[in-house]
């Protein structure tokens, strides 16, 4: 008979990976969560965690996703560094193949792959990438000190990583295509009282212009139609996610492509959970993500509970 590798497996170590390892553990499941970059995922870039509940001083999401790390192992949970490049049912068994040409499999998973970067999809986005067009500010923010520098979107990203600019150099620039910003009212508060960074809503870009690097943006007024040139060194873009579902295809889905479940984070799949950014959601945040991650965790152990012998 095929054996399991663990009980469950964990796929993606974000905040809801890492937390649902934490409480998988802590429930006595044997647990393995696979993380294809460093675990914590897209926390690791925010450059201040200030609305984690109960941390009254903020500190770098780095910083949060190595102790969330820690916190996770302590109880026993492992990490294993690799990219799931598939999963499939058989019986009640998932099979995870890794990158590694290993398969490992358990009786039940949580997908935890989280989201990533949505592209503007205009001209001179992907030419310039790496040569003045980033995703990430606390990344890349450092090489253009005292530059002006476009950052691009009206989510919590946006704002937060304009904040982060705005320490390395006072000409940011912050369009938004809409005339309100989605980001939470105490963030968007922030970011329209700062100095350094200058707000222009209903404005788009239209176009990256450069040589070897970005040297200009073409905006349009959305009210107006106005074009005109913007002369910057760097653009940096957030416009929002895209869901990581490729490793279950036969999941169901919203119109946008985020896994449904119920409240017990059960995708229509049996056994296959999902977590955090992934999952249709209304808000999609580091609290968010660790608390499904737990509901996920229990409920996959409930679930285990009735399958092994
Ligand atoms: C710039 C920025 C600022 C933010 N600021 C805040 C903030 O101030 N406060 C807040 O609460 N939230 C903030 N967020 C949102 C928060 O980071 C996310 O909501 C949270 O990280 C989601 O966690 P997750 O675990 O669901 O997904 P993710 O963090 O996306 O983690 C998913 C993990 O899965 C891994 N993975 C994907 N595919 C595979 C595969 N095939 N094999 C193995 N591993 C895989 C990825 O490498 C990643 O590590 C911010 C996000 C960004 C980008």
Known sequence: MVQADADL???????????????????????LAIEKLSPGGQALVIDKLENYPGDVNPRSGFDFAQDMRRQAENFGAEIINDTVLS??????????????????????????????????GISGEAEFSGRGVSYCA??????????????????DAACDE??????????????????AFRAQ???AQRVLRNPNIDVRLNTRPLEI?????????LLENCITNEQYEEPVSAVFVFA????????????????ASYIITDQR??????GLFAAGDIRSSPFRQVVVAAAEGAIAAHCAAEYIDTLKP
Do not use: W
């Not at 964990?10 to 044997?30: C, E, F, M, T, V």
């Not at 606390?138 to 989510?155: A, Q, R």
């Not at 929002?240 to 119109?255: F, H, I, R, S, Y």
């Open 185 to 187: 009212k105490g963030l």
């Open 240 to 255: 929002g996610a895209v869901p990581q579902t490729g490793l279950a295809p036969d999941a169901k889905t919203d119109e």
């Open 209 to 217: 212009r450069g040589d070897k690097q970005v040297t200009s943006v």
């Open 162 to 179: 304009a904040q982060y600019l705005s320490l390395l150099t006072d000409q940011v620039i912050l369009i938004h295509r809409r005339d």
């Open 87 to 120: 999963l499939r049912k058989e019986g009640s068994l998932f099979t995870a193949a890794l990158g590694n040409g290993k398969e490992l499999r358990s009786y039940a998973v949580i997908l935890a792959t989280g989201a990533v970067h949505r592209s503007l």
């Open 265 to 270: 984070m059960a995708s229509s799949i049996p």
């Open 9 to 31: 497996l964990i796929l993606g170590a974000g905040p809801a990976g890492l937390s649902a390892a934490q409480y998988g553990s802590r429930a006595n499941l044997k647990v």
């Open 138 to 155: 606390t990344c890349d923010g450092p090489f253009f000190k005292g530059k002006k520098i476009l950052v691009i979107g009206g989510g």
